[in-house]
């Protein structure tokens, strides 16, 4: 049975040309890249490349990119780093009720080592309230750490003007851009942004890689002890490989941005006005049009979400209800919570994700199959 794959906000292949340029430095190139000899300096270089361009997509410098093992990593760093490094001057941070557990899970350590989080509200579409952010400043508020793009529901927060709160209040601005890089054109300086964590295997990178952006001259603590790796700030000898990954699948993912994005944006609506047409009390969840251009998330009432992945994968579908880190728990995600949706749609929700292999012909597939087995289905 052919397999199609629209789990693409769980992970995604690597890039037929991304793998060959890591290919080398597994067992070619394997110096390591603190060492003086030749295949160490050549590993150094290869390192020095993927900085350079990270750097350019993001528009920062590339001494301002530190190379980590994943997205989880990144998030870890930006908020412990910076609330370690700042905890004179205040141990309050604002988030929001929408994060990925990477960010929800930090900041619960925080609070048990004596930080204070406010977790802001979303509304129905999944967006923060600038003012409600803006309100819930005190003088004791270090950072503000607000997703660009919602892993679950795909909605793209206002990111721009988040940047401009904090910067008005000198307040640093991290932001999880694991979904949206690759997804929507980023600029660091235009959008205020202070920290940035990214993770290659959202954009067709390999696993076990990420990077984090922290704008120079933020002080930030070092959360793993070892060698002087990454400017001090990461210990641990580089992932050569998957940092080449990582720069290629960058450098790819922006130099073919207008074309994909275009592509997915018209799969991913023409998905949506199809299901809704088609399929009785479905309700899309997350913004209408401020949002990713692969995301889907439909609640089916009355549907049982996990017997409805059941029989998708029976007909070679990947998808995915709510999100891979909570699906297996019959709890619906805290996002489809924080969201307000009734429990006879959340346990419903299905979230498809498009990719660059998909095609027409698989959507089509896809919403025939929904069309006609959903009936069997329902509770
Ligand atoms: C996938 C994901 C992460 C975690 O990245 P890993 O590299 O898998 O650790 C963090 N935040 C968001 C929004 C994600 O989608």
Redesign the pocket.
Known sequence: MKIRYFDH???TAVKEEVLKEMLPYFSLEYGNASSLYSIGRKSKKAIDTARHQVAKAINCEPKEVYFT???????NLALKGVAYANKNKGNHIITTKI?????MQTCATLEKQGYEVTYLNVDKDGLINLQELENSIKDTTILISI?F???EIGTIQPIKEIGEIAKRHQIFFHT????AIGNVRIDVDYLNIDLL?M????FYGP??V?ALYVRKGIEFERIQDGGHQEKNKRAGTENVAGIVGLGKAIELAYKNFDQYNEKLTKLRDYYISQIEEKIPNAKLNGHRTKRLPGNTNISFKGVDGQLLLLKLDENGICASSG?A?TSGSLDPSHVLVAIGLPPEYAQGSLRVTIGDENTKEDVDYLIKLLGTGLNSLTK
Do not use: L, R
Request: hydrophobic share 25%; charged share 20%.
């Open positions: 906000a769980a992970t093992s994943c997205g989880s990593e990144s998030d994060e990925h557990p990477a960010i997703m793009a919602n892993n999880d851009a694991v979904q964590s993770s290659a295997h959202k696993k076990g990420g999100s880190c």
